[in-house]
């Protein structure tokens, strides 16, 4: 009988999930998105969390409202990368439009009824764009810097 191996500490841990293309599934995509980084002790609260959170907010919602292909689900796929200190969201959706950034005038309007979420979404997080994936639609991913802590506990994958 062969020797066990030993096994080293994870460092990337990955959560995937689809969600219905309502406001329902969006709030359940950013609850458990919240959920999950404090699993992987990024606690409930913190900088970090509230950072990812409101980056899987705003996309989770922009795939519902923008990106709602009748019929077709969102996912939400998180990866949190603990050597480089980093959590990457990406949201994938049905809807061949890709999205953009309002004009540096419309930024400025309080009229404007659209285009904050993806405003937000580059104030906070450190890296985003759009990609397009296999089927239809195209993912939209961001990638936020995170807290290392010094010690840090087991983490459940």
């Known amino acids: 009988m062969p020797a066990p191996r030993a096994q ?3 460092t990337v841990s990955v959560f995937a999930q689809r969600f219905s ?3 329902r599934g969006a709030r359940l995509a950013r609850r ?3 959920h999950r980084l404090d699993l992987w002790r990024l606690p ?3 900088p970090a969390s509230d950072t990812v959170t409101l980056v899987v907010a705003e996309l989770a919602a ?3 409202l923008h990106g709602r292909v009748p019929g077709r689900d969102f996912e939400l796929r998180l990866t ?3 050597t480089a200190g980093l959590v990457r969201v990406e949201v994938s959706d049905t809807h ?3 999205p953009e950034l309002p004009e540096p005038a419309v930024r400025l309007s309080a009229d404007t009824g659209s285009g904050r979420g993806l405003l937000l979404v580059e104030a906070v997080a450190d890296r985003w764009g759009v990609v ?6 195209k993912t939209v991913w961001a990638e936020c810097a995170v807290f290392i802590p010094c010690n840090p506990r087991p983490v459940k994958t």
């Open 96 to 98: 061949p439009g890709h």
């Open 32 to 34: 458990l998105a919240t």
């Open 8 to 10: 080293g500490a994870v």
């Open 80 to 82: 949190y990368d603990r």
């Open 132 to 137: 397009g994936r296999t089927g239809p639609g």
């Open 62 to 64: 922009n795939a519902v």
């Open 44 to 46: 409930y609260g913190s």
């Open 21 to 23: 293309a309502t406001r």
